[in-house]
Nanobody, 122 residues
Framework: VQLQASGGGLVQAGGSLRLSCAASGGTFSNYVMGWFRQAPGKEREFVANIRRSGTMTNYADSVKGRFTISRDNAKSTVFLQMNTLKPEDTAVYYC????????????????WGQGTLVTVSS
């Protein structure tokens, strides 16, 4: 499966952005989908994931209550709604897919998008 993330940009602290990740080349509903991020000089970290049916989600503590992951299996797209953004949310955001694991580790995912940059100014 190929993944294409979009929706990043520059936003002021307290603002919102909605990221999208469009999938192609596979049956989207067969994949667990995740969002990760990587800030400059730091390792890639888990943000959120969502089960194949969309009935269960999981979030990193740092974004819980501010970010919402969702998916539209008919459109082969996963979303990340980010509200109340903080400067520490600044990072390249990656979407990822896996057929087998509902995990929170980078190594749990076999397929990755190219990333989209989110910059939050203070």
């Amino acid at each position: 499966v190929q993944l294409q993330a979009s929706g990043g940009g520059l936003v002021q602290a307290g603002g919102s952005l909605r990221l999208s990740c469009a999938a192609s080349g596979g049956t989207f509903s067969n994949y667990v989908m995740g969002w990760f991020r990587q800030a400059p000089g730091k390792e890639r970290e888990f943000v959120a994931n969502i089960r194949r049916s969309g009935t269960m989600t999981n979030y990193a503590d740092s974004v819980k209550g501010r970010f919402t992951i969702s998916r539209d299996n008919a459109k082969s797209t996963v979303f990340l709604q980010m509200n109340t953004l903080k400067p520490e949310d600044t990072a390249v955001y990656y979407c990822a897919a896996d057929r087998d694991y509902y995990g929170a580790q980078v190594t749990d995912y076999d397929y990755w998008g190219q990333g989209t940059l989110v910059t939050v100014s203070s």
